[in-house]
């Protein structure tokens, strides 16, 4: 079973509560951003802005149109449904990454602009995560792999 595949909350509600969390420990600023096959969190830590995308579904796609079993076709209602509630879960899965991202804070692991880091975004709307894949992506290509433990001395 898929992490809050169930859910019974809503996408409106979930977005209030990733609010609610951010805002207790500081951030401020919120905005929802929804466009075609995603939705963004935006929101400002500090003097930092920070974008966060939710991917979402294509509303055609078979696994909302037809049944599990992917043989009968399901009716607009239904299908509509099943698509509403992807979009639940989808919002519940990033309620639970930010969570974890605050609660680590809290623990000292880390801070929160290293928790959301990837999301800062950047003069131009670039997030520093898409700023930085394709660089990391070379930086690997030419390394063969990244060293996962600093080299010993001496």
């Avoid at 079973?1 to 609010?19: D, G, L, P, W």
């Avoid at 500090?46 to 974008?51: A, C, D, I, P, S």
């Avoid at 801070?111 to 800062?120: C, D, H, K, V, Y």
């Avoid at 660089?135 to 001395?153: H, N, S, T, V, Y």
Wanted: charged fraction near 25%; hydrophobic fraction near 40%.
């Amino acid at each position: 079973m898929r992490y809050a595949e169930n859910t019974t909350v809503s996408a409106s509600q979930t977005k209030y509560e990733i609010e609610k969390v951010l805002t207790n420990h500081g951030a401020s600023h919120f905005a929802t951003f929804t466009s075609p096959g995603e939705a963004k969190i935006g929101f400002r830590f500090k003097e930092r802005n920070f974008l966060i995308p939710i991917p979402l579904p294509d509303p055609d796609d078979k696994v909302f149109t037809l049944t599990p079993e992917k043989r009968f076709e399901r009716t607009p209602a239904q299908a509509k449904k099943a698509y509403e509630d992807e979009i639940n879960r989808r919002w519940r899965c990033m309620l639970i990454t930010v969570k974890s991202a605050v609660e680590m804070c809290e623990m000292g692991v880390f801070t929160i602009e290293q928790a959301f880091l990837a999301w800062t975004a950047l003069p131009g709307g670039q997030t520093v995560g898409e700023a930085l894949e394709t660089q990391i992506d070379d930086a690997c290509r030419g390394r063969g792999f990244l060293a996962l433990m600093p080299a010993e001395k001496g």
